[in-house]
């Protein structure tokens, strides 16, 4: 039988870096990530303003709810009692 399993991965591993040793990140690599970690900070700002709406949607959606539907109200506020119990 030619493929046996390593039954200990940490000796796997130590063989697979025998043979392909592990390089040290390029400087377009380095750049990449730079420029990918900007990015997400931009994209946390644009989105602050729609994060904000949806919490203040969902601390207004109770009263909302007993304005529009009271049973539903009712049934959503029983709902939330037993999940929080």
């Known amino acids: ?5 390593y039954p200990d991965p940490d ?9 392909h040793p592990a390089s ?3 400087e377009a690599r380095l750049q ?9 900070k931009h994209a946390e700002q644009a989105m602050q ?5 949806a919490r203040q ?16 109200a009712r049934f959503a ?3 939330q009692g037993r999940a929080s119990s």
Do not use: D, F, Q, W
């Open 1 to 5: 039988m030619n493929y046996r399993p």
């Open 11 to 19: 000796r796997a591993l130590k063989r697979l870096h025998l043979h």
């Open 24 to 26: 040290s990140p390029t």
């Open 32 to 40: 990449m990530a730079r420029h990918a970690i900007a990015a997400l």
């Open 49 to 53: 303003p729609c994060a904000e709406a």
């Open 57 to 72: 949607m969902s601390r207004n959606a109770p009263a909302l709810l007993a304005r529009i539907a009271p049973g539903a």
């Open 77 to 79: 506020a029983a709902a």
